[in-house]
């Protein structure tokens, strides 16, 4: 199975992946770049930006959960 199969597999299974699931759960470190794949092939996935905060406010680190929107006919 490749890379974008794991992926798509996994959102139609979870609903959405980031990059730390992709990396723990699928062992793939680009998800972005097979989100882009998964896009270019037809599918739609959409993008949810999160930021996480300290206790005080302050910027931490922010990451993207994607999740699929649609189903392609295939």
């Known amino acids: 199975m490749t890379q974008n199969e794991k992926v798509l597999q996994y959102l139609k299974i979870n609903g959405s992946i980031t ?8 062992r793939i470190t680009r998800l972005s770049a ?4 998964l896009r270019k092939m037809g599918h739609t996935i959409g993008s949810v930006y ?8 302050n910027f931490l ?13 295939e």
């Open 34 to 37: 097979r989100i882009y794949d």
């Open 61 to 73: 680190y922010g990451y993207d959960t994607y999740y699929l929107k649609g189903k392609r006919d």
């Open 19 to 26: 990059s730390m699931d992709a990396f723990n759960k699928l």
């Open 50 to 57: 999160r930021r996480v905060e300290d206790g005080h406010g």
